[in-house]
């Protein structure tokens, strides 16, 4: 009988341990943009680019190219991060942002939006 405690003990012990190290699949998943907003016209050449945090993600790709991802002629940033949040200073130009969620499992779907920052 007691042997059946102790393992009982063990299974739940691990079972609740092993959570921890389990990635659940991001596949289908999306974080929502918070800002900079889609379609921005701003001078300032400091911005924040914020997003939701995902409950599955332990970090985010962050990459920024000009003019666009459909004709590139820069990546600016790719960069993995593990706060919701990154401060750049870029220069002037046509911009498009995008963000994933990505934990050592798997990487989900990117989010994106585009801005321009005006030479003053």
């Given at each position: 009988?007691?042997?059946?405690?102790?393992?009982?003990?063990?299974?739940?012990?691990?079972?609740?341990?092993?959570?921890?190290?389990?990635?659940?699949?991001?596949?289908?998943?999306?974080?929502?943009?918070?800002?900079?907003?889609?379609?921005?016209?701003?001078?300032?050449?400091?911005?924040?680019?914020?997003?939701?945090?995902?409950?599955?993600a332990t970090s985010y790709r962050l990459q920024i190219a000009t003019p666009d991802f459909e004709s590139i002629q820069r990546i600016a940033i790719d960069t993995v991060v593990s706060k919701d949040y990154v401060e750049l200073n870029l220069q002037p130009g046509q911009y498009h942002w995008r963000v994933r969620p990505e934990n050592r499992g798997s990487v989900g779907i990117y989010s994106s939006r585009q801005f321009k920052i005006l030479a003053q």
């Open positions: 009988m007691r042997s059946t405690f102790l393992v009982v003990v063990l299974f739940i012990s691990c079972f609740f341990s092993c959570s921890e190290f389990v990635d659940y699949p991001l596949e289908k998943k999306t974080v929502d943009l918070i800002g900079p907003v889609d379609s921005l016209s701003t001078i300032d050449t400091t911005l924040t680019f914020l997003w939701e945090p995902h409950e599955d």
